[in-house]
């Protein structure tokens, strides 16, 4: 990996940042090789460590939504370090209330959504439109700790992110103009295509 992302990911960890874990970090690298994207959308930017990945592995110019003005600053920072910070733009806000108009008259052939858990159906149904024909929506963690497919007890704290994930997954499973694989790895990813 790339020395200064190898840095951000160990800081990262030292400071339980939340960023994507290495089973999934490999299939997303993957998906972004096969679909070599022109614009991606990525919902939950944190320090900017998987826009890093998707930049480094495309042309695409990205478009990535973070609510945390300190955690954007600082991926901001790792951009112009990695001389990809013009193809990247950070928007601050909550997704429920800006991610409509971040995306307004545009189309992405690759969106990753890795912003609060409990979101993926409302936040997958806004970018749906703007997804083009033959895109893939790339949803982080949709299998939570192995709680979503399993049929254990749920503690409470977690019933509502497993609840809206176990929806999320029935919605894009069940919709005729989408193909979803699930990769259980990890925490679990979905991949989904638009036909
Ligand atoms: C799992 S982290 C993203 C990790 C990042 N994609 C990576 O792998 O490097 C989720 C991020 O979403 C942000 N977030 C949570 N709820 C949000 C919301 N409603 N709108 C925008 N960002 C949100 C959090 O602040 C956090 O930084």
Redesign the pocket.
Known sequence: MNPILSQVLAS?RDRH????DDDS?EILIRAVEEVKPRRIL??????????S?MALNSEATIDT????DT?RQEAISLWKRLGIDDRIHAYL????E?LESVVEGKEYDFI?I???KS?YLSHFLICLPHLSAGGVVFA??VLYFGMVEGEEFIPHKHRTIVTNLRQFLATVQADERLECTIVREGNGVAIIRKK
């Open positions: 990262a940042v939340p960023v994507i970090r990525e919902i939950g930017t944190a320090i900017g460590y998987s826009a990945l939504v973070e609510m945390d955690r806000g909550n997704a429920d800006i990753f890795d912003g609060p979101k982080d963690d």
